[in-house]
């Protein structure tokens, strides 16, 4: 599919007024996504588990109003307006606006709350933009009532990937993978699309416990760190390096091999960070209790052989992932030795979600 699939023809009639929900989850990327070109083109493919329990749900509430050739909204963050929410919007509106032509003829009230705590570290630019975009689809279905669900779906992707790319990943789940690869039928870097291929059981009930490390801003935003692979001086291996990691998967999702899994999935993660400690300028966003988190997953690991592995994401904060069958255990060496670690002892426990959900009101 291309850009031009995504442009509709002339709707038929607009409604007056409605309204929409969408639940859509965050999600954890195995294979990482750092770095891209205009407009939100992944340099390489990435791969992310899709969460359950950490998202953002939002409701849009439409109101047809004569076309004065602007953008015309109301932004509520749980129950209170939120100024500095509204450019994030407006950039995202004028990027779709030619793929949802009807933004114009509406007011809009946007109400988003998400399910993790304010501030907790954890972004909600993944589960906010693919929460909206999905609401936007819910609309346009009104006028277009014959579109399936496989459009739907991919164009919320679609569109929820123009406001974050890693939101394009939070529309289905439990696997989902977003940029072009070759040997991955379907794969786009337009949109996510659901893993194709064989994946073991263990994977789709993994869990994933967020160790809160840092619950504040972090001083380099994301956008700002993937145009510091710009001539970046190991780009282009890494590009390569993610491509292979991507290959090195299939089996490892196949049989179920957790070993696998593990070194790959670490060795992405510190990856990510590797390229954020040789950019131009240089800036760390581990802290010394991600470090320490690490050193203990390692050693526990190797005393008891339990099949936990980290990851990171552009934070200082740990994602423990982990298969259900190991659990109670995990659960028991958090309390003992990670919680400490956490600002105030804090931490989430998500696991492997099935995508977004519409909220009937
Ligand atoms: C480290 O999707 O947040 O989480 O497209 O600029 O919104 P923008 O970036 P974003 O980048 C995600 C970076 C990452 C890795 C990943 O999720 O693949």
Redesign the pocket.
Known sequence: MTEKDFLPKNYENLPQKGTSTWKAPS???L????G?RPI?IPANP?I?FTLDTCATTTTITFDKKKNTGDFSFELLFEGKPKEDFKPKIVTFFERVEAYLPFLKDYHFTIETSNSFPHSSGI?S??SG?AALSLCLMDIEKMMVPEMDQTFFNTKASFLA?L?????C?SVEGPLIE?GVHDHIPGSSDLFGVPYPFVVDEVFTTFQDTILLVHKGEKQV???V??QLMHGHPYARNRFEQALQNMDALKPIFAHGDLEGFIKLVESEALI?HAMMMTSMPYFMLMKPATLEIIHKIWKYREATKVPVCFTL??GANVHLLYPDHVKERVHQFIDDQLAKHCENGHYIHDRVGLGAQKINS
């Open positions: 999600n954890i990327a294979v990482k996504y750092w891209k939100q990435s992310s972004a630019s993944a933009m990937r406001g974050s790319g890693s939101a990943r977003f935003s994301s956008t760190g993937h990510l994401d552009a």
